[in-house]
């Protein structure tokens, strides 16, 4: 069905959609490309929350450039929007562009468009293919499309390591395990999540601003802390240019006057303050990612937590994929990367599979999804 053309154009509208991954969320990174006459006459990539999505940008890129984008071919790596949210459905903005084909790369996985929108550049007269190069389109929104399916985000842990798993000395010291370039591409991953999350420990233990420093970007995810006691000093890096992003402490109660107090001093910081408490007396983690993906709707939430977080977050079946970054030494005793508990039998264990693995200097980097 589709020529090696075909492939060419919408690598070249992947590409576009590149541009949008610290820009689009909660939005869907979406690209398109329209071609007449074997040219390329618009680019597009969906812009910030309110501006214009993919489709709308390549059509106003063409024009601007003097092109009548009728009778063309538009390749798009999403599915055109079929309902009004922020901005207008870009169906309605394609219907009138009067292109003879549209390819997607794949459907859109929103129940609100899912088929809708091809459905009704079908009716309009427009041919319409869908499917080419879909795996590398979903794999650009793996959080997006979680969210739509699951009602979840996708959560991805990440941990530096030496080559015996260890991720810090016996007194807590672990900066640096990783080089400069293992740490610059551990912030491209903060970059394009919704929210980086944390435990109270690390909070305490390092310090941390919990920011994008080494990659550019417009936008700065959110913060959220663990923190089942609400004992995040107030003095923390974390509260730092709030103007940028926010901060949730996610707690597990508020039934003491003292833990009123402190939600007032967190609150005049510009932060919130969340209850969501287990039956232990501990966060609830499952009911927090939901709560994150249907109520903030975001789609993809980065894990830079300690021993005891990451033991919880992988025991109670709350991590999507593993971003694991080993340095090329060996540490002795130190801090795990986990705390799991022991299994008694190997079928209890949680299988992986390994998504891909690069090198960043001396460092190797795996990134792992569940199996």
């Given at each position: 069905m589709y020529t090696a053309v075909d492939h060419q154009?919408?690598?070249?509208?992947?590409?576009?959609?590149?541009?949008?991954?610290?820009?689009?969320?909660?939005?869907?990174?979406?690209?398109?490309?329209i071609v007449k006459e074997g040219q390329v006459i618009g680019r597009g990539y969906t812009q910030r929350v309110g501006g214009a999505h993919a489709e709308v940008q390549a059509l106003a890129h063409a024009r601007s450039q003097g092109f009548d984008p009728a009778g063309s071919t538009v390749y798009v790596t999403l599915e055109p929007c079929n309902h009004t949210g922020r901005t207008p459905p870009c169906v309605d903005a394609l219907i009138a562009a009067k292109p003879a084909m549209v390819i997607a790369a794949m459907l859109d996985p929103n129940p609100l468009v899912s088929g809708k929108g091809l459905e009704r550049l079908k009716a309009a007269g427009i041919d319409v293919r869908c499917g080419l190069l879909e795996s590398e389109a979903h794999a650009l929104n793996l959080g997006?499309?979680?969210?739509?399916?699951?009602?979840?985000?996708?959560?991805?842990?990440?941990?530096a390591a030496s080559l015996d798993g260890k991720t810090a000395l016996p007194n807590g010291q672990s900066q640096w395990i990783t080089g400069p370039l293992a740490r610059a591409d551990g912030h491209h991953w903060r970059?394009?999540?919704?929210?980086?999350?944390?435990?109270?420990g690390t909070v305490k233990e390092d310090d941390p601003t919990l920011n994008v420093r080494d990659v550019k970007?417009?936008?700065?995810?959110?913060?959220?802390?663990?923190?089942?006691?609400?004992?995040?000093?107030?003095?923390?890096?974390?509260?730092?240019?709030?103007?940028?992003?926010?901060?949730?402490?996610?707690?597990?109660?508020?039934d003491s006057a003292q833990a009123q107090e402190k939600v007032k001093a967190f609150e005049a910081l510009g932060a919130e303050v969340l209850v969501m408490a287990n039956a232990h007396g501990k966060v609830d983690l499952p009911k927090l990612f939901n709560y994150l993906a249907q109520e903030?709707?975001?789609?993809?939430?980065?894990?830079?937590?300690?021993?005891?977080?990451?033991?919880s977050l992988l025991r109670e079946d709350c991590v999507d994929e593993l971003l694991l970054y080993y340095a090329p030494f060996l540490m002795g005793d130190g801090i795990g990367m986990a705390n799991i508990s022991p299994l008694t039998a190997l079928d209890q264990r949680q299988d992986w599979q390994f998504i891909d693995q690069s090198l960043f200097g001396p460092d190797l980097r795996l990134r792992l999804g569940k199996k």
């Open positions: 154009l919408m690598s070249e509208a992947l590409a576009e959609a590149q541009k949008a991954l610290y820009l689009s969320n909660p939005n869907p990174r979406v690209g398109c490309v997006f499309v979680s969210r739509m399916k699951r009602g979840l985000p996708w959560v991805r842990l990440k941990i970059a394009q999540a919704c929210a980086i999350l944390t435990g109270v970007t417009e936008r700065q995810p959110w913060k959220i802390i663990v923190d089942s006691k609400l004992e995040t000093p107030l003095n923390s890096k974390v509260f730092s240019n709030l103007d940028q992003s926010g901060v949730i402490l996610v707690c597990a109660s508020l903030r709707h975001m789609n993809e939430i980065h894990v830079e937590a300690g021993f005891k977080l990451n033991g």
